[in-house]
């Protein structure tokens, strides 16, 4: 069975699914008899969006139908493939049933379909986007298509990495990095999310063992340090080298910034215009980096649309 992708009306939750190509009919399904996606990567949240959407619901009913399967371990219940969030506002709305079209599929061809159908979300955290490509790529590898874990600069066309990046319009080492950041302990990720590690310096220290991540937490934590990409980098460098104590990443994070060599210096005054009024310099630090960051991915996504013109 194929699908194709449909954008929906609610654009504010990001409802992008995908449908059979066939148009199925929907059935009205008791929400009773549904249940998530067993290690799906989407984070259905209680916040202002969904509180929207529950307003919307109460309004109009479910509009977009669910995508499900039949549940493999559960004899006469239905596996979400795409409307985890739709199913928990419908439940907070007090309906009963819900609209859904039930498609035959095995886990994988499950796996990749809800990953298609929810990462063109308008708001997706990185590390949503990160164990849903982490997702896709196992589903595809177990498939039995051409795969390649390793992280070179120089590929073939053909490998799972590049098929995924450019379904969704990334590099293939764009790919590898979001998965790269699926090794971060939670708490690390959960920085990352927060922007309070920027996302290339998540990739790098992605590479450390899980004590020298908890040590670099405790320490981030601690001494309220931020993490720049030269530190996340040397870092990386020592932990290959097994040299990465507590006391090298205390000594990393808190290192003079007289002896940096290469820093770019801004005048407060110079750039503090561009700031809402009232933003601390880590703010203004953090925002630059991020807008860095944003301009780093955009780029990335321009060459490589322009290698497939």
């Known amino acids: 069975m194929r699908f194709k992708q449909t954008n929906h009306s609610d654009r504010k939750g ?54 499900v399967r039949p549940s493999e371990s559960a004899p006469g219940k239905y596996e979400v493939i795409s409307g985890h969030r739709r199913m928990h ?67 073939t066309r053909s490998d799972t990495a590049a098929e995924i990046g450019r379904f969704f319009r990334e590099s293939r080492d764009q790919v590898f990095r979001y998965i790269r950041l699926t090794y971060l302990i939670p708490e690390l990720l959960d920085l990352v999310d927060k922007k309070r590690i920027a996302f290339l310096s998540g990739v790098e220290i992605s590479y ?21 990409l030269s530190q996340a980098q040397q870092m990386k460098k020592l932990a290959r080298k097994g040299e990465l104590t507590k006391d090298a990443i205390f000594a990393i994070l808190h290192r003079e910034k007289g002896a940096q060599s290469g820093m770019l210096r801004f005048k407060v005054e110079e750039i503090q215009g561009f700031f809402p009024k009232g933003y601390t310099e880590a703010q203004m630090h953090a925002a630059i980096i991020e807008l860095m960051e944003a301009a780093y991915m955009r780029w990335q996504s321009e060459r490589f649309g322009s290698d497939t013109a």
Request: glycine share 4%.
């Open 89 to 155: 506002a419908a439940r907070r709305a007090g309906l009963q049933t819900v609209p859904a079209i039930v498609c035959t599929l095995d886990r994988d061809d499950a796996a990749i379909a809800l990953v298609d159908s929810n990462l063109h979300r308008e708001h997706i955290l990185f590390s949503e986007k990160a164990f849903a490509y982490r997702m896709k790529f196992e589903a595809m590898r177990r498939k039995g298509r051409r795969t390649d874990l390793t992280s070179s600069q120089v590929a």
């Open 208 to 228: 450390l063992r899980e004590q020298e991540q908890r040590d670099l937490l405790e320490v981030i934590l601690s001494e309220d340090c931020r993490l720049f």
């Open 14 to 67: 990001g409802h992008t699914m995908a449908e059979p190509e066939n148009q199925m009919a929907a059935e009205a399904i008791a929400l009773d008899r549904l249940c998530p996606f067993a290690g799906h990567p989407y984070k259905v949240l209680d916040n202002k969006d969904m509180d929207e959407l529950c307003a919307s619901i109460r309004k109009q009913g479910v509009l977009s139908p669910l995508l």
